[in-house]
């Protein structure tokens, strides 16, 4: 799909197509659709990244708070949605030894006890190895960092989701 087209589509089918470029926040979607038309596939990112640079702690935090645990619950009962499902098995977690099982839950906890939002990284750029370093590493951080670092990855995931779903080489 072109950008020409993805300006075109009324609101229900810009929110039905890209409603999940954040993991299910179909809100951000359904509110950059005002900004039509993007001039440019990075125009429509930028829209996003603006949205969710312009939120209050509290919104970057329930963002961050929509994303499901890597190897986590939702891996394990199949209930994650099509796009975590390709990114989580893509970096291996679906994969684990149960050593790296058990590493990957305890931190997982331990970083959402200390927090209070779950560890967010983009499991495309980063094998299983290196989800093990940063998350072990990440716990050390101080929460205002953290959340910054989780919507850092927010949008390297997003950008990653659109880029799969709009092409990039055409400007208007
Ligand atoms: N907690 C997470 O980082 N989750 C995820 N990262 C991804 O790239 N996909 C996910 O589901």
């Not at 993805?6 to 229900?12: D, W």
């Not at 890597?70 to 149960?98: F, I, K, V």
């Not at 906890?109 to 190895?129: L, S, T």
Request: proline letters at 3%.
């Amino acid at each position: 799909m072109d950008i020409a087209t993805v300006n075109a589509l009324p609101y229900e089918d810009f929110v039905d197509i890209l409603g999940n470029v954040v993991e299910k926040c179909p809100i951000i979607t359904a509110a950059v659709w005002s900004g039509r038309p993007f001039l440019s596939l990075a125009a429509l990112e930028a829209a996003i990244s603006e949205f969710i640079d312009a939120l209050p702690e509290s919104g970057k935090e329930g963002i961050l708070r929509c994303h499901p645990d890597l190897a986590g619950r939702d891996l394990q009962s199949g209930s994650l949605t099509r796009e975590s499902h390709e990114e989580q098995a893509g970096s291996g977690m679906n994969a684990l030894n149960s050593g790296e099982a058990s590493r990957m839950a305890r931190l997982n906890q331990e970083y959402k006890e200390r927090f209070g939002f779950p560890f967010v990284i983009c499991a495309r750029m980063n094998d299983k190895e290196n989800i093990l370093r940063q998350l072990s590493a990440r716990c050390q951080n101080e929460r205002a960092v953290e959340r910054a670092c989780g919507i850092e990855e927010v949008k390297k995931i997003c950008h990653l989701r659109l880029q799969s779903i709009v092409l990039t080489d055409n400007k208007l």
